[in-house]
């Protein structure tokens, strides 16, 4: 399609927006799904051609779902608030996956928690620090992303973690973050870390029910291992 040819001079039914009206929103394909969150194209790019350039750009559809930073989406036509409307989009889909099938709280079960995260962040390439917080009854309260490092990862705060627990009103909570490696067994750091995490949590009231690390493929339970 030639990127300067307005999606106005396409046929009405080629046009992303009166398909989705006329036919159903399922109807319409990766590209013109995008080019519905893009909005307004370029002098040089309709809407529907940015959005196959960022496609081919991030090669496919799941590689943009991973993506965090608004700025990797940054390209000619494609700014901070585009690339925020796209981000939003997926994120919004993440947090339906995370509570799909369960009532509005949920309780904690070790495999869909796993699944969903593996799917979320097994495959990133930076660290990233989830906190679960729950009841006595392992009721999900929250759930906030708390750091996103590097691949050397990142430095945690205890009062960080702890002013959210307390915020939630939690009686324990779950950690969960993810190694770019995909080798999920922790390492020294991640050990003594949780350890005095638990311990300063413990002071609050609040107990450390597990970390996970998770990777593409497999996880790792520290409750399991008998560190908690």
């Known amino acids: 399609m030639n990127g300067n040819k307005t999606i106005k001079n396409l046929p009405h039914l080629k046009r992303p927006r009166e398909k989705a009206l006329y036919y159903g929103i399922g109807s319409l394909s990766d590209v ?14 309709n809407a529907i051609s940015l959005a196959r350039k960022l496609l081919h750009k991030h090669i496919s559809l799941h590689n943009l779902y991973r993506i965090n930073d608004p700025k990797l989406l940054f390209m000619p036509g494609i700014g901070e608030v585009k690339a925020l409307k796209i981000l939003a989009a997926f994120e919004l889909n ?13 309780i904690y079960n070790e495999m869909e928690i796993v699944r969903t995260f593996q799917n979320r962040i097994g495959r990133l390439h930076k660290e990233t620090l989830y906190l679960l917080a729950l ?11 708390l750091y996103l490092g590097t691949e050397a ?12 627990l307390l915020i939630a009103n939690a009686d324990r909570y779950i950690l969960i973050h993810n190694h770019p490696s995909g080798h999920v067994e922790p390492s020294g750091d991640d050990l003594t870390t949780t350890i005095e995490l638990a311990k300063i949590s413990a002071q609050f009231g609040v107990t450390l029910y597990d970390h996970l690390i ?3 493929n497999a996880y790792f339970s520290l409750r399991k291992l008998g560190k908690l």
């Open 32 to 45: 013109e799904l995008l080019a519905l969150l893009i909005g307004k194209g370029t002098s040089k790019d």
């Open 94 to 106: 993440k947090r339906l996956l995370f509570l799909e099938g369960t009532h509005d709280r949920p």
């Open 135 to 145: 009841t006595k009854r392992n009721y999900i309260i929250s759930e906030k992303q």
């Open 153 to 164: 990862g990142f430095n945690l705060d205890p009062k960080e973690v702890v002013r959210e």
């Open 214 to 216: 998770i990777g593409a």
